[in-house]
């Protein structure tokens, strides 16, 4: 009963928190989205995210029956039958939540004792963390096979069983000592319905076959915390384990173009790319066609050639304006990102004040600029977000601006008399709804005297 009861406020928790999950990222993408004009990354709701899968496959069983260390030979493996239904929410193209449910039978065989270990597992539930392993390597469009891994924790519920011609109870075998009878078998069974808590690891190999059914081929192994799977536990052995190789078929919910669990949000910005490629190179083909065409029709009508080719000459007058305006344009550009006037921002994660490794070559950049000009001062601001009180985030604001000033003093020698620091706490944010980007310290010119 206390197994059942467990089972079922483990589903009820983790579903409930994959629906809180889903809801509040829901309301945080519709503000975030209605306050960007532009973003390449895919928003998650753009995918199908839910899907449930049936999965079936042979069990082995690595438990004290199936090692030297409690009988004398290495015995044959007996494998058992396993039976699975999954439940999974993808978070990201990378990382989902999945809910694992599985019973079937586990068993081992011993020849010299005439062992035969056949233990039905009522159920073994786990919730896990899912990993999109081949989300981070495929770029190709339409690739059909992905690899996925999970790791979790959860309870599983069995019924051990062994049968052997050694005739012991459970003090005898806690004390290890035995008394045979090799022209009997014995049964035992008294351990009833038993419960233990396990840990799974998978890898699986999902292969495309329509838009809603994916094919998974999967080996999970499973560490259970005790030693009574074959009856033969014992207080020196602190875990058993099986394995289950299993192929499934997976159904994919929504209404979507793409599954999430197929998308590389890179390897689609790669392939953008290269369509505005074909698009660029499309349009040279085509105008170099005009203009052959053009030619001809000059050739053709003599009396209209000289009409004509002023009218090219000035298409392509006014082309190569656009194209120096166009090189102009993105030279000041660059100017103005490479030049002095640039001050960057230091960014921080939630309550830290420490400079990250990513920040290093922006701080170099301020530090060329005041090496540079000798008379110019900067104003170091420290910001945070609005998560925590007002104290609190004028003193981490403080923190990060002072941690700014001690790393160009520190590494780049820069004068201290310079560089002076303020606190501004959680006034300011420059982003409404984007915590992270208020996390900062910003600089400001004082003093730039040439």
Not at 162 to 180: C, E, G, P, S
Not at 274 to 291: E, F, P, R, S, Y
Not at 406 to 432: C, Q, W
Request: glycine fraction near 8%; proline fraction near 3%; include cysteine.
């Amino acid at each position: 009963m206390k197994s059942i009861k467990f089972l079922f406020a483990g589903i009820v928790l983790a579903f409930g928190s994959l629906t809180l999950f889903a809801q509040t990222q829901g309301s945080q993408q519709t503000t975030a989205s209605s306050s960007q004009s532009f973003d390449l990354m895919p928003k998650r709701s753009d995918f199908n995210t839910w899907s449930v899968g049936l999965n079936v496959g042979p069990s082995v069983f690595y438990g004290t029956i199936t090692s030297s260390a409690y009988y004398l030979q290495r015995p044959t493996l007996n494998p058992g039958i396993f039976y699975g239904l999954t439940l999974k929410k993808s978070l990201t193209h990378l990382l989902g939540l999945e809910a694992d449910l599985s019973m079937g039978d586990l068993k081992g065989k011993n020849d010299v004792h005439h062992a035969t270990m056949d233990t039905k597992v009522n159920y073994d539930f786990s919730i896990n963390g899912v990993f999109t392993i081949g989300n981070f390597t495929w770029l190709s469009r339409n690739h059909k096979i992905n690899f996925m891994g999970s790791v979790g924790f959860g309870q599983i519920s069995f019924l051990p069983k062994l049968t052997d011609d050694m005739k012991a109870d459970k003090a005898d075998i806690y004390q290890r000592t035995f008394k045979q009878y090799p022209d009997s078998l014995f049964q035992h069974t008294g351990l009833g319905n038993t419960s233990e808590f396990t840990f799974p690891v998978s890898l699986g190999v999902l292969y495309d076959l329509t838009h809603h059914i994916n094919l998974m081929l999967r080996y999970r192994y499973t560490v259970s915390m005790g030693s009574k799977m074959d009856y033969t536990w014992s207080p020196l052995v602190y875990s058993q384990s099986y394995g289950w190789a299993s192929l499934g078929v997976i159904y994919i919910f929504g209404k979507k173009d793409r599954n999430i669990d197929w998308v590389n949000p890179i390897g689609d910005i790669y392939n953008q790319i290269a369509d505005v490629k074909k698009q660029i190179a499309g349009l040279a083909d085509t105008v170099k066609k005009q203009l052959a065409d053009e030619d001809q029709k000059m050739k053709d009508l003599q009396g209209k050639v000289d009409k004509q080719l002023g009218d090219v000459n000035t298409r392509i007058d006014s082309m190569k304006l656009n194209i120096n305006d166009m090189r102009t344009t993105i030279n000041n550009y660059n100017t103005t990102m490479s030049g002095d006037s640039y001050l960057p921002s230091l960014y921080f994660p939630i309550d830290g004040s420490t400079i990250q490794y990513i920040d290093y070559e922006r701080l170099a950049h301020l530090a060329k600029l005041l090496v540079n000009h000798p008379d110019m001062k900067l104003m170091i601001t420290g910001n945070c977000d609005e998560s925590a009180s007002n104290d609190y985030n004028k003193k981490l604001g403080q923190m990060r601006a002072d941690e700014a000033k001690k790393h160009l003093v520190k590494v780049y020698g820069i004068d201290a008399n310079r560089l002076m620091t303020e606190s501004k706490g959680k006034t300011e944010p420059f982003a409404k709804n984007i915590l992270a980007i208020n996390r900062r310290v910003d600089f400001t010119i004082i003093k730039n005297t040439k």
